[in-house]
């Protein structure tokens, strides 16, 4: 039963079915005995403001939005964060008293994990990212604070590849390269990241990389977690390059939007254990 004492979090997004967020949370809360609830709603397009507005009008200590809403959701909202507006996306909405206040943890979720879980050091690094789309703009933004020396982007559709340039090179040396040319500039390269869709369930034998251009000394980065080990990180694997997943990315970019709602840093592992358990049961 839910009752007032209960602060409720909503999931919306379309579709939501199959969101580990959900699971992830709710073990989480009951772990640390808190006194939150975590559902998802499935929201169309057209009832995206009144849903927004749901939040206030429930009382809910937050939400978090998904595809396809992510951007829609940003007019609805009485503040945003610096880094959610460079990114051009909200992830997570925090209710301040009746105020909603947007951010994105994507960026910083997907480098907390890449840092945590390969020990790398971002300094002076040169990285390459495959994909333009939300997650990159997050990842890219996130990636040009940091003290790495450039970022090489390249999309199946170019034009999006030049607006993140745009943005991004405010920052940091930035270029942008056409998919077919990747192999020329690949072994300049010390870290690669998919962002894009290729590789992922059901299209598990698809990878925008030749498994020949990839070197020991790569850090290969792939944002999906859907299979674990996309066709990507198992070349990679084949090649000598260490290789990072995207479950990380996801459980960290819970943790952090959850520390915004209950003042509380989570236990990553549990967080990740959950996720990895459910995927056994399923
Ligand atoms: P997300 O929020 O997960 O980043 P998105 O904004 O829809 O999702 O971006 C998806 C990315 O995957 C884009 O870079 C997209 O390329 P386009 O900008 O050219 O659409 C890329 N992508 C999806 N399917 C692709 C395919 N079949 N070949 C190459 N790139 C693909």
Same mark, same amino acid.
């Given at each position: 039963?839910?009752?007032? #004492?209960?602060e409720?979090?909503?999931?919306?997004g379309? &579709?939501?079915?199959?969101?580990?967020?959900p699971?992830?949370?709710n073990?989480?809360?009951?772990?640390?005995?808190?006194?939150?609830? /975590?559902? !998802?709603?499935?929201?169309?397009r057209?009832?995206?403001?009144? $849903?927004i507005?749901?939040?206030?009008? =429930? +009382?809910?200590?937050g939400?978090?939005?998904?595809?396809?809403?992510?951007?829609d959701v940003m *007019?609805? =909202?009485d503040?945003?964060s610096?880094? @959610?507006?460079q990114?051009? $996306?909200v +992830?997570?909405?925090?209710?301040?008293?009746?105020?909603?206040?947007? /951010?994105?943890?994507?960026? #910083?979720?997907y480098?907390?994990?890449?840092?945590?879980e390969?020990?790398?050091?971002?300094?002076?690094?040169?990285?390459?990212?495959?994909? @333009?789309?939300?997650a !990159?703009? !997050?990842?890219g933004y996130?990636?040009?604070?940091?003290?790495?020396?450039?970022?090489?982007i390249t999309n199946?559709?170019? #034009?999006?590849?030049?607006?993140? *340039?745009?943005?991004?090179?405010?920052?940091?040396?930035t270029?942008?390269v056409?998919?077919?040319?990747?192999?020329?500039?690949?072994? +300049?390269?010390?870290?690669?990241? +998919?962002?894009?869709?290729?590789?992922?369930? &059901?299209?598990?034998?698809?990878? =925008?990389?030749?498994?020949?251009?990839?070197? &020991?000394?790569?850090l290969?980065s792939d944002?999906?977690y859907?299979p674990l080990?996309?066709?990507?990180? $198992?070349?990679?694997?084949?090649k000598?390059?260490?290789?990072?997943n995207?479950?990380?990315?996801?459980? /960290?970019q819970? !943790?952090?939007a959850?520390?915004?709602?209950?003042?509380?840093? &989570?236990?990553?592992?549990?967080?990740?254990?959950?996720?990895?358990?459910?995927?056994?049961?399923?």
């Open positions: 039963m839910i009752n007032s #004492e209960i409720l979090i909503g999931l919306i379309n &579709p939501v079915k199959h969101s580990k967020s699971l992830m949370h073990s989480m809360f009951d772990k640390l005995h808190l006194k939150y609830q /975590y559902l !998802a709603f499935n929201v169309c057209n009832d995206l403001e009144k $849903a507005n749901g939040i206030k009008a =429930l +009382n809910m200590k939400a978090n939005i998904t595809i396809p809403h992510k951007v *007019k609805y =909202l503040e945003i610096d880094e @959610a507006i990114i051009g $996306a +992830n997570t909405i925090v209710n301040r008293d009746g105020k909603l206040v947007g /951010y994105n943890t994507d960026g #910083e979720g480098i907390r994990s890449l840092v945590e390969t020990n790398i050091d971002l300094e002076g690094k040169n990285v390459m990212i495959l994909g @333009a789309g939300g !990159a703009r !997050a990842i996130t990636l040009s604070k940091l003290n790495i020396d450039s970022i090489i199946r559709s170019i #034009e999006k590849a030049k607006n993140l *340039k745009g943005i991004l090179e405010r920052y940091i040396s270029k942008t056409e998919i077919d040319d990747i192999n020329k500039y690949i072994d +300049n390269v010390d870290i690669i990241i +998919n962002t894009t869709s290729i590789g992922l369930y &059901p299209n598990v034998d698809q990878s =925008l990389i030749d498994k020949e251009w990839i070197k &020991p000394n790569h290969v944002i999906i859907n080990v996309t066709k990507l990180l $198992a070349d990679a694997s084949e000598g390059a260490r290789t990072h995207g479950l990380g990315m996801f459980v /960290y819970g !943790a952090i959850f520390e915004k709602w209950t003042g509380i840093f &989570p236990d990553i592992e549990f967080m990740r254990n959950t996720v990895i358990d459910s995927f056994r049961s399923n």
